[in-house]
């Protein structure tokens, strides 16, 4: 005879009801460790609008209510630090991802930087989000203005470059600007891609397959040496079967043929490398050298090849650009911080700037950075200037942009709303802004114009971490982000000389 269960089962329930009612009742600071709050009714209780800021707040009195999206967090020392300047780092694991992550050590920060004068920019112009000016002469994108008016007689076009991290990952947002600025100024070709990818299909500007490739990240393999490096932290390495291939694409603009394509590298060994486009095939003999080494082929090209006999070469990447108008590189790594930039020489990034000119770099960081619980990033800000100013010595004829992060959001009582956490550090990204002299854009401000991340998530626009863009949300932030561009070149006039590609690097040039 089968035995009735329900009687028992009943009590279960209701002695659970009971414990959690009680559990509801309970401050996370009753007891002694820190709790996540609990509360049973949540979806019904009507909860008072947000804060428009929070940007006094400090991290004591902040309520523990955050979700945890960073699943991981491991202490490693540095060891390419020197005995003064060796410390701990914190690696945290992605949110979206759970790969390693770089930043320096992210704790409650009680220590503040010294006051400093109060700058005004303005932040709004009707609905658009205004670039801020904080540089010294308050004179707008001086350089990247010149090489916009002068890009007739330029000579090469007028370049951007936008490090970030796995916000704009596959050249999520970066796709539709390059898209929109070349609709505009003209160009064509997808600028920086690296030799290789782990996800190649993640990409939608531009089709890539490579093979034989063995990628190293200086961050998590501290063995390897950020002296090979230009701006990306990872540095692939062929083996002598690896090559890659790239090809245009007809689903983004502009995308789908380019007219010249140069490669980068730093050669320890002699070497060939082999390069075939649609019209031609090229055989290199490659020098040993501690410089970078640039192969330009002026061809017009919807796809090309290119084959390293030596494992004994970094490659630095491959651009695919048009020979004026405007291009749009995406340098991101999965994880990053962007604190150690400074930690890559001068002399290599100069390298780099000599072949390939930049007028306008924006950082897209803070992603990484950001602690939910934590609100005061006066430590991160401080690094973030010493990364800055080491830019600025590299590339003294580039104008600089902090790109703040854009909007995160996280249950708060059945509300999904912006982590408290994202305005302390979008204010300390302004005030590096401030301190550095130079420019800044509030990303977050712009998303929430657009209805924020749980709109974006609403309409597909990002993914339902509330943290990460979709490629469809790449296209109206882009549009936000390009209109507040074109207002501060329309709107600031300051003369500058556009610098043009250097004849010091040691290149090899094919001529049509």
Partial sequence: MNKNYLTQVAILFLLTIGILLG?????????SFTTKEIDLLSSLREEPAADERHENETVEELEEEEEDTFNETIVVTDSTSTPEEKKDVVFMTDSITGTIADTAAIEEVTDTLPARPEINAPRKAGDITLIEDYTAAQTGLRFFRAAINGR????????????????IEADILTQDIRQQLQDIYGGCGVGYVSMHSDFPGFRHSVSQYSSGWDTHNVISEPQYSFTSLPLQLHRPQAEATAFTRFKGVNKVRHADSWEVSKIGFVAKAKSVISVKTDSARHKFDVAPDDNAQFITIPEHTHSIEIRCSQPDIAFWGTWLDGTAGIAVDNISMRGYSGTTLHRIPIERMKQLNEAIPYDLIILQFGLNSMVPSITDYSKYQAQLVKAITHLKAAFPNSDILIMSIGDRSQNIKGTMQTMKAVYGLCKSQRNAAIEAQCHFWDCCEAMKTLGGMPLFVKNRWAHKDYTHLSHAGGRPLAEEFVKALRYALENRNAPAAPQTESETQTETTINE
Wanted: hydrophobic letters at 40%.
């Fill in 23 to 31: 559990l509801s009742t309970l401050k996370s600071t009753d007891i």
């Fill in 152 to 167: 007739g007689t330029l000579q090469r076009p007028v370049r951007i470059a936008v490090l970030g991290d796995s916000f």
